[in-house]
């Protein structure tokens, strides 16, 4: 005889009652923003969480950070900003995913740590980190007063956070918002809800990275980072079920720019419409999971516009 294993429901939720919200990654102009703010808004969905400036935050001048916190506040989204050389520094040298995305000295980390400063000059209130020891000296800043208190920090799926253990350490470290290691069973994810209460982050979509390799003689060499697409669509009303307090994360594959080259805008054969274009078809993912969400399990809730507890932009 077999016996079905029932995963409990979660009996956490947002300080609004819902059980799950929508986020977008990959705001690398604020043109992007307004064309993913636009395409929710045409399909009734609200988006409630943006990561901006996935190449690094060194890439982008004043004007346009101020412009992209203007559109935001304006439409109640919250901003996660990538301080310093991301994306870009993966795509100059992929050995640096071999550092698990590490500051190699302290003039990087001061780098990382100056664009914090200038980005929280210009009003955001929220930050992506992808190293431990990085969050314990923001969350000390923070307790300190250096940084406002209302400034919050997402631990990054660089971080590679597989378990309640893992889950923990971020928590007590000072992180507000976690996102888990890719590929986790529904069962896994359940375990780590069930021992912490900090939200958690689930990429629905999610562009994948693998290394290309090609042998000369005996020597197998490392020439680029590739990338397989990866998608939890079919299972995201069980992770709303299990894992509230949960943000969807929408960040797609494109067969055009595979893997993490996809927001890199620095080429002529991509640029700004059509990075906005593949963002949208992130939003049209995420109005297709939420309907199937509804029909499923309609007593799951989702936050609307703008709850009050998002670190939207001061302007």
Not at 233 to 252: N, T
Not at 265 to 272: F, G, K, T
């Given at each position: 005889m077999t016996h079905t294993v029932v995963i409990p429901d979660s009996k956490k939720c947002f300080t609004d009652g819902a059980n799950y919200r929508l986020e977008v990654s990959g705001i690398e102009t604020p043109g992007i923003l307004e064309a993913v703010v636009g395409e929710a808004k045409k399909l009734g969905i609200p988006i409630h969480r943006a990561i901006a400036a996935v190449n690094g935050s060194k890439h982008w001048n004043n004007h346009d950070l101020q412009e992209l916190a203007k559109i935001a506040a304006a439409n109640h989204v919250e901003v996660i900003i990538c301080p310093g050389h991301l994306a870009r520094g993966l795509i100059e040298n992929p050995n640096n995913l071999f550092t698990m995305m590490n500051w190699q000295n302290g003039a990087e980390a001061d780098a990382y740590w100056f664009e914090v400063l200038r980005c929280l000059r210009l009003g955001f209130r929220g930050f992506l980190v992808w190293r431990k020891s990085m969050l314990k000296y923001l969350a000390e800043e923070r307790t300190r007063g250096h940084i406002p208190r209302k400034t919050i920090f997402k631990i990054s799926t660089f971080d590679n956070n597989a378990n309640s253990l893992d889950f923990q350490l971020c928590k007590d470290l000072g992180a507000d918002t976690i996102n888990s290691a890719n590929g986790l069973t529904l069962k896994a994810l359940a375990a780590i809800r069930q021992a912490v209460d900090t939200v958690m982050d689930v990429h629905i979509t999610f562009w994948q990275m693998a290394l290309e390799r090609h042998r000369v003689g005996d020597h197998t060499f490392i020439t680029s980072l590739a990338?397989?697409?990866?998608?939890?669509?079919?299972?995201?009303?069980?992770?709303?079920?299990?894992?509230?307090?949960?943000?969807?994360?929408?960040?797609?594959?494109?067969?055009?720019?595979?893997?993490?080259?996809?927001?890199?805008?620095?080429?002529?054969?991509?640029?700004?419409?059509?990075?906005?274009e593949h963002k949208r078809t992130d939003v049209q993912t995420a109005a297709k999971v939420v309907e199937e969400i509804k029909r499923k399990y309609p007593n799951l809730k989702l936050s609307d516009w703008g709850p009050a507890d998002l670190r939207v932009p001061v302007v």
């Open positions: 990338a397989e697409s990866y998608d939890r669509i079919a299972d995201a009303p069980e992770i709303a079920r299990v894992c509230s307090p949960v943000y969807f994360k929408f960040e797609a594959d494109n067969p055009c720019r595979p893997g993490i080259s996809v927001y890199d805008l620095s080429r002529p054969d991509w640029n700004e419409h059509d990075l906005a």
